[in-house]
């Protein structure tokens, strides 16, 4: 009977030794994620911010595009999602413009969205200059003159502006990349995995993002 204890105890932690060395690792600052240097104000309370800066003419935040709405609606109550279309120093941008301006009018569902990502990457209308933009707008019965004065005011160059700012405020150097609660950054590129497709890296970091998320909601207590 002792043998056989002796047995089952032995099966037994062998088994949680297996079961440890086989869960994930947390993620490593500055692997998985990044610990930004200088923390960035944040507006949301007791939840939690998440900020994606991200680009419509980029192929890889089309891709994560699916998983990242699935993620940020498994979160629900807990987190307050924010986009933030990137920018480039002394260029105009009409995909960006288009971003600003569906916002500014109240009429960028996530429906719309996931729209401006497939017309630039699956029917490839690149949406690269402001005639293009305006007749795809117009199709998603969106008032095109209305849109026409927004996206040309002054507002916009406002929001223009900050995009550019906060880009260096955060030092986003590469898209999509994820700013948790104004300290933490991370990026399906940055995910530790042993991923053999980009999916699994879009997926991978979400588990990374679930652990920021705990993190961040306890530092706010």
Known sequence: MRFLKFILTAVTLSAVAFTASASPTSPK?????????????VDTGKKVEIIEFFDYACPHCAGFDATLNAWVKKQGDNIVFKRVHIGRQNADLPQEKMFYTLQAMGVLTPELHTKIFNEIHVNHNRMNRDELVFDFVAKQGVDKQKFIDTYRGFGIVGHLRKAMSMMDAYNVEFWPLLAVDGKYVTAPSMAESNANSEAQLNEAVTQVLDVLVTKAKAEKK
């Open 29 to 41: 600052d500055g692997v998985e994620y990044k610990t930004l240097a200088a923390p960035q104000p």
